[in-house]
Antibody, heavy 122, light 104 residues
Framework: QVQLEQSGGEVKKPGASVKVSCKTS????????INWVRQAPGQGLEWLGW????????KFAEKFQGRLTLTTDTSTSTAYMELRGLTSDDTALYYC???????????????WGQGTQVTVSS | EIVLTQSPATLSLSPGQRATLSCRAS??????LHWYQQKPGQAPRLLIY???NRATGIPARFSGSGSGTDFTLTISNLEPEDFAVYYC??????FGQGTRLDIK
C-alpha cells in the first residue's frame, strides 16, 4: 500500500531553516511528483511547490521563490523540503503528498503524509 | 494566477440532507479541478479528481460536476462522517479557501 511517512515536529528560531523529510513506499517513486502543502493554525491549505521524482524538475508558489528548496533521494524514495529565513508566519503543519499523473499533463494528490508540525518561536 | 473562490464559507445541514458546494475559478480550467475533504487532525483526502471522477474508495453519495469556471461538489444523503472542511484545487495546485460543512 502507498505510504508517505514524514519526519517529526521541529521548533526553530526566527531566521533559521527547517528541513522536513517524506519517505515513500508502496509505489515506484519516480512515477510521480511530490507536492508540499502547509496549513497554518486554523487556516486553509496553502500549496508550496512540487518536485518531479523522475527528473528533479521543480515548481514553486511565487511567495516561496528564493527560500524554498525541494529535493529527492531516489535511492531511498524520500523527498525533502527545506524552508529558509523562517518567521512566525511559517508556523504550520507541513504535508507532503504524492502527485500522481492521470493524464499526460494532469496530476492529482492521492496520498498524503501525516504532516510535520513546524513551530517558529524565539 | 488563477483564483479559486468557494461558497458558501460555512454550510449547516442535518444528516440525510443534500449538500451543494461551489468552487468558481477566475479563468477557465476546463475540467482540471479536484475536491478534497479534511477532518480535524487529519490530512486532506482526495474525493473527486478532474471535476467528476470519484477517487478510489469514495462512496457514491459524493459527486462532482462542472467545467470551465464553475464547479459543484454534491453530497447526497449526508452521513455524520461527512461533516468536515472541503477544498477545491486547480491545475496550478492552488486551493480555494474551503467550505466548512457543519451539523445543524
Amino acid at each position: 500500500q502507498v505510504q508517505l511517512e514524514q519526519s517529526g515536529g521541529e521548533v526553530k528560531k526566527p531566521g533559521a531553516s527547517v528541513k522536513v523529510s517524506c519517505k515513500t513506499s508502496g509505489y515506484t517513486f519516480t512515477t510521480s511528483n511530490i507536492n508540499w502543502v502547509r496549513q497554518a493554525p486554523g487556516q486553509g491549505l496553502e500549496w508550496l511547490g512540487w518536485i518531479s521524482a523522475d527528473n528533479g524538475d521543480t515548481k514553486f508558489a511565487e511567495k516561496f521563490q528564493g527560500r524554498l528548496t525541494l529535493t529527492t533521494d531516489t535511492s531511498t524514495s524520500t523527498a525533502y523540503m527545506e524552508l529558509r529565513g523562517l518567521t512566525s508566519d511559517d508556523t504550520a503543519l507541513y504535508y507532503c503528498a504524492r502527485d500522481k499523473p492521470y493524464r499526460t499533463t494532469r496530476w492529482m494528490s492521492d496520498y498524503w503524509g501525516q504532516g510535520t508540525q513546524v513551530t517558529v518561536s524565539s | 494566477e488563477i483564483v479559486l473562490t468557494q461558497s458558501p464559507a460555512t454550510l449547516s445541514l442535518s444528516p440525510g440532507q443534500r449538500a451543494t458546494l461551489s468552487c468558481r475559478a477566475s479563468e477557465s480550467i476546463h475540467t482540471y479541478l479536484h475536491w478534497y475533504q479534511q477532518k480535524p487532525g487529519q490530512a486532506p483526502r482526495l474525493l473527486i479528481y478532474d471535476a467528476s471522477n470519484r477517487a478510489t474508495g469514495i462512496p457514491a453519495r459524493f459527486s462532482g460536476s462542472g467545467s470551465g469556471t464553475d464547479f459543484t461538489l454534491t453530497i447526497s444523503n449526508l452521513e455524520p462522517e461527512d461533516f468536515a472542511v472541503y477544498y477545491c484545487q486547480d491545475r496550478s495546485r492552488s486551493f480555494g479557501q474551503g467550505t466548512r460543512l457543519d451539523i445543524k
